[in-house]
């Protein structure tokens, strides 16, 4: 009886999951948006807790849209966690889900898509603020092709929650994690949270951070997030064009915000 039902529903995660629409009414109707989130950090925790949940109030802050947040495509292949995920919000991170839920009649959908992927949590440690920006231009070919409205979204206190063993390039650990990334498309990060006990100092649990998210315009208030005209098949100009106003927005974002969260003032983004 188990199986003919999730056999049939086997292709939801590309069609935009089960989300609990009930929680997450909409009130009037809205474009769509492609929220490009940046740092990924260790375990993507403050964009999981951010649009996945309601314990930052999402559908209070932005009545009407309802949230989606892309992720590993084997997460739904191991029964159970597919479906709680599933009820979150998330989708498989391919072109499927995208061109669905951009493509959705009524608008009012937020796809997030965290940019860095597992080659940024190589460098997430505290008070690290390295991006990994260039050759990622996936999400500006998606924004472009469907008309979404890009907005860039910074956590700050994201990479503050995990401590990894020193990692630094050109040492064996950074080549043999390097490896495994073009291997099998994912790695081995050797990381450490806050301890349960107080002589315990080894835990996967994060530390005590508040992880702020900033958008470049809380996606509803002024000033306008990046109007973005629909072009089915963008040149490679054109995709550059707004790659470039995309750099530019998130580093004024984190500049406006960055002392709000005790980033020293001399601390700058720093682009790879």
Sequence with gaps: M???PEHLLCSRPEVGTRILSWSR???WTLPDYLA???PHGVMGIGTVTNLCTEGTGFSSIFPGIHPHLM????FFQVPFIRDYIMLGGLVSADKESAAHILSREGGSNLLSIVVGDIQESLDARPGAYKLVLWNHKGF???ALMHGAALVPIFSFGENDMFDQIENFLGSWLHWFQEQILKIVGASILHFSGRGVLQFLSYSLLPAHQHCGYETLNKLLKLPEPIEVQKIPHPSKEEVDRLYQRYMKELENLFEAHKL???VPRDQHLEFC
Aim: aromatic share 16%; no cysteine.
């Design 25 to 27: 009414l909409p009130s």
């Design 36 to 38: 490009a989130y940046r």
């Design 2 to 4: 188990f199986v003919v």
């Design 71 to 74: 992720t590993l495509n084997v």
């Design 140 to 142: 500006i070919m998606l």
């Design 260 to 262: 709000k969260y005790n």
